[in-house]
């Protein structure tokens, strides 16, 4: 199984910072990462797929980057209704496999 | 549009079984495989399996082998998971998620295990 270690667990920020998280896979997943917001009592949204394409509906102030093993997400001026917990995944094999997780909270 | 509706909360004794419905609309159900996920309280989100919607082959993670049993309704667009034989570390929220990057989700059954 493919295991996707993410960090950091948790963040601080200001609204208005930018902020990145990142996930090491622990083989190459060929850029099929997506990344994932959750705010509590609700389902996960996909925000990114295949390393940086944006959803239809994701605002421009999110990204992501990366290729082999490492990978990063970023917001770019933090909002506040970007206060939630983010989640990578990797599709490129069988089990899918989650990141811990990120909650991002304001300073 | 695209959704994927869920049953309702779930409260169940250890030992007893639960069925967790997810009915898709919007799109043609055969042409998207059916991803479970499960999330405990508190905790991250872990892969459970997947169930192909074309041939009804389920294929279930390690930890997920046994009680757990993921089915469809086709004529209904309806993937179903079954737990059996309910434990205490099953109390957890379940998600239904679309296609293999799981792009639609469910909204999330919470089943609670309580005797």
């Known amino acids: 199984d493919i295991q996707m270690t993410q960090s950091p667990p948790s963040l601080s920020a200001s609204l208005g910072d930018k902020v990145t998280i990142t996930c090491q896979a622990s083989?190459?997943?060929?850029?099929?990462i997506a990344w994932y917001q959750q705010k509590p009592g609700k389902a996960p949204r996909q925000l990114i797929r295949?390393?940086?394409t944006l959803v239809s509906g994701t605002p421009s102030r999110f990204s992501g980057s990366g290729s082999g093993r490492d990978y990063s997400f970023s917001i770019s001026n933090v909002e506040s209704e970007d206060i939630a917990s983010y989640y990578c995944?990797?599709?490129?094999?069988?089990?899918?496999?989650f990141g811990g997780g990120t909650k991002l909270e304001l300073k | 549009q695209i959704q994927l509706v869920q049953s309702g909360p779930e409260l169940k004794k250890p030992g007893e079984s639960v069925k967790i419905s997810c009915k898709a609309s919007?799109?043609?159900?055969?042409?998207?495989?059916m991803y479970w996920v499960k999330q405990a309280p508190g905790q991250g989100l872990q892969y459970m399996g997947w169930?192909?919607?074309?041939?009804?082959?389920?294929t279930y993670a390690d930890d997920f082998k046994g009680r757990f049993v993921f089915f469809l309704e086709t004529s209904a667009s309806t993937a179903y998971l079954q737990i059996n034989n309910l434990k205490n570390e099953d109390m957890a929220t379940y998600f239904c998620?679309?296609?293999?990057?799981?792009?639609?989700w469910g909204q999330g059954v919470m089943v609670t295990v309580s005797s």
């Open positions: 998620a679309r296609n293999y990057y799981f792009d639609y």
């Open positions: 919007g799109y043609t159900f055969t042409n998207y495989g």
């Open positions: 169930i192909n919607t074309e041939t009804g082959k389920p």
């Open positions: 083989q190459n997943i060929n850029k099929y």
């Open positions: 295949y390393t940086s």
């Open positions: 995944l990797q599709y490129d094999n069988l089990p899918r496999t």
